[in-house]
């Protein structure tokens, strides 16, 4: 079975700054799918960003990008001059290549962008 | 917005009675999923189904069931609702094998007394 673990239960930054967010894995996959959801006070679960594991580049999107580390089982987010909308839950997620049982989330962290 | 709905949203009920949650989707894809979520729990996997009757348990299916007798609806059960089940449910669409993000409907607050 796969574990997700979000270290931060709560981060707060100022407006622009920049921020990033942890999250480390578990798994005895060799490839797999990593991505970044973000949950708005709407509760509305949106996709940031995503990674194959099998592809050595950082995910970029914008404003978000990810420091990917495969032998570390690391997959942190960072969030580039932060947005008041920015603030929201966000969770970690592994899923396994053929997609066979889902997501499995972390627990989450609780970004506040400061004005 | 992957055109997926969840009926209802809001539901209120008490311990012991059956419950029904509908996720519809407009767009036909394949994979479907059931997740619930608590506070201090991240969103958790119930059921899923790779197609027409074709469905499987997650991580946290003890006391749910689910159903999918037409591409465009997977429905969850709960047979006689706990306290315990109380939670927000989400269901969730992927487009694989083409892609294999998977998107969310609204979700539905569920609450049993």
């Known amino acids: ?9 709560e981060m707060s930054v100022q407006e622009a700054e920049t921020v990033t967010l942890s999250c480390t894995y578990d798994t005895s996959e060799n490839n797999y799918y990593l991505f970044w959801y973000k949950q708005p006070p709407s509760r509305q679960m949106i996709l940031v960003i995503r990674q194959e594991a099998y592809k050595q580049q950082n995910a970029t999107e914008n404003r978000f990008s990810v420091n990917f580390q495969k032998a570390a089982k690391s997959f942190s987010l960072k969030i580039s001059d932060s947005q008041l909308g920015d603030t929201a839950m966000y969770f970690c997620a592994f899923m396994k290549l053929d997609g066979a049982d889902g997501l499995t989330f972390g627990k989450g962290t609780h970004l506040i962008i400061q004005p | 917005d992957a055109g997926i709905t969840q009926s209802p949203r809001h539901k209120v009920t008490e311990t012991g009675t059956p419950v029904t949650l509908r996720c519809h989707q407009t767009e036909n894809h394949r994979y479907m999923y059931w997740y619930r979520q608590d506070p201090g729990h991240g969103l958790r996997l119930i059921h899923y189904s790779y197609g027409v009757k074709d469905t499987d348990k997650g ?14 609806d997977f429905l969850l059960t709960l047979e006689s609702a706990t306290s315990s089940q109380t939670s927000v449910y989400f269901c969730a669409i992927s487009v694989q094998p083409e892609a294999y993000e998977q998107y969310f409907g609204p979700g539905t607050r569920l609450t049993v007394t």
């Open chain 1, 1 to 9: 079975a796969q574990t997700v673990t979000q270290s931060q239960p």
């Open chain 2, 59 to 72: 991580e946290v299916s003890d006391g749910y069931s689910v159903s999918r007798s037409k591409t465009e």
